[in-house]
């Protein structure tokens, strides 16, 4: 004991390209600006995606690791804005099929670097696939990743029932992203919360709505995070402080790209 505790933080969304990995990436970026010690886990088993964002290369991955063939320090590799990342092993097959002993293991070496960490979040993939579940299980915080589209909203759904009907997991933080209008938001969050109050014992929490920004986009096209890329010279994505009120422990990125609340639609 002694040790000090380690946040752990699964962002995951049931439907794929939602936005987990910008989610997970800039999430990092604004945490670590917080002063707060950052790894982030690309939990995306079959395809890595946190590396080629950011335009990195590794020579070893999460698979050495499993494999026991080093340390999970061996493979932190320096991101930009002082986050470490661990990435994934791109298109291993036998990543996928991870048995949840393996999973839970893996999330147990992060303990090794509990002294050296603050933050711990993983990008899980898309699905509701063992990876995905075991890496869930094992964090404190569930964001889920919503758009506002219906395929989206069913898969969001079938994932917390999931979570909840299996490993009573119960409480969901829900960001909603790409929006059109910060009313959108509140709308993907009316529809979901709709059907879990009706057939769900849960806790959904509203976190707040990403814009839709083809800067978004660009910069991935760059390989830049978003976060770097544009915050502060785009009007849409103005700078503010949020307030630290919905996550205890840690808070929410001071800067997002959200709309100022004293602006009108
Ligand atoms: N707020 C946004 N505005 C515009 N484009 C966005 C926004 N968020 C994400 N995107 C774009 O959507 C695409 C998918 O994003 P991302 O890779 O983060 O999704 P994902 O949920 O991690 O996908 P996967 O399920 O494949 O892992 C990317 O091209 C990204 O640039
Ligand atoms: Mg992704």
Known sequence: MGMHPVQVIAVTGGKGGVGKTNVSVNLALALADLGRRV??????????NVDVLLGLTSKRTLADVIAGEC??????????????????????????????????????????????LDVLIIDTAAGIGDAVVSFV??????LLVVT?????ITDAYALIKLLNRD??????????????????????????TK?????????????????YDESVRK???????????????????????LRRRSIPGHCLPPRVGTWSSSSSD
């Open 39 to 48: 790894v982030l886990l690309d939990a995306d088993l079959g395809l890595a």
């Open 71 to 116: 340390d999970l320090r061996d493979v932190l590799i320096q991101g930009p804005g002082g986050i470490r990342i661990v990435p994934a092993a791109s298109g291993t097959q036998s990543m996928v099929q991870l048995s949840t002993l393996q999973h839970a293991g893996l999330i147990q070496a992060f303990s090794e670097l509990g002294d050296e």
């Open 137 to 142: 299980r094992a964090a404190q915080e569930v």
């Open 148 to 152: 506002d589209e219906p395929t989206s």
């Open 167 to 192: 490993y009573g997991i119960s409480r969901f933080r829900v960001l909603a992203n790409m929006a059109h209008a910060p009313q959108e938001g509140r709308n993907l969050f009316a529809k979901l």
């Open 195 to 211: 059907v879990t109050e009706r057939f769900l014992d849960v806790a959904l929490q509203y976190v707040g709505a990403i814009p």
């Open 219 to 241: 910069a991935v096209q760059k390989q830049r995070a978003v976060y770097d890329a544009i915050l502060g010279r785009s009007p849409r994505w103005r700078s503010r402080p």
